[in-house]
Structure formats: structure tokens, C-alpha cells
């Protein structure tokens, strides 16, 4: 199972922040259960970070994402979004 994320606008002169809250974050999710991998992406041509994020099962995202390393994680993030992140979940079908 892969989950989309589409980051907010960053507030300006956050970018290198951001980036090293993912690495942290990254850290922090691999000890979940059901946790495969997460990526960030930049687009080349200016916009929004996104990350994409596999789990084995919606299921096993779902108790990350209500555990308290998530809500930690949460709230080191937030001062650096302008908005709110819109996650998109999505199946493998053909793979």
C-alpha cells in the first residue's frame, strides 16, 4: 500500500529544516510495524514537496500514523508549513 503525501508551501528560508525533519522522521517511522519505505521528492520545476510512503496495509499505516512518534513528529513539523499536508492512499494493482 502507498500513501501520497502533498506538503504545503514551506515558510521561506525552511526548506533545510524541513529536509532534516524528514531525515529525522524517516528514523523515527522505520521502527513501525509494517513500515517498507519513505521518500521525499522535490519537483524539478518549482512547487510542493510530496512524499511517498509504502506500508504493507493501510492498516499498518493507519497505527503510525495514530502513534505518539506520528504526533511528535507532527508537531516539529507544523511551525514550518504554510497549510496542511493532503495524503492520498493508492493500491498496487499491476507490480
Known amino acids: 500500500m502507498f500513501v501520497v503525501i502533498n506538503f504545503p508551501p514551506i515558510k521561506a528560508g525552511k526548506d ?3 529536509q ?3 531525515s529525522w522522521s524517516n528514523k523515527e ?3 513501525q510495524k ?5 521518500r ?3 519537483p ?4 510542493n514537496y510530496t512524499a511517498v510512503v509504502e506500508h504493507q496495509s493501510q492498516e ?3 497505527a ?3 502513534s505518539p512518534e506520528h504526533d511528535e513528529a507532527g508537531k516539529r513539523v507544523a511551525p514550518l508549513f504554510d497549510g496542511n499536508p493532503s495524503p492520498q492512499f493508492y493500491e498496487v494493482i499491476v507490480g
Open 16 to 18: 533545510a529544516e524541513f
Open 34 to 38: 509494517g513500515f517498507i519505505s519513505r
Open 60 to 62: 499498518t499505516f493507519m
Open 44 to 47: 524539478l520545476k518549482g512547487g
Open 64 to 66: 503510525m500514523h495514530n
Open 20 to 22: 532534516e525533519w524528514f
Open 40 to 42: 521525499l521528492l522535490k
Open 29 to 31: 517511522f522505520t521502527k
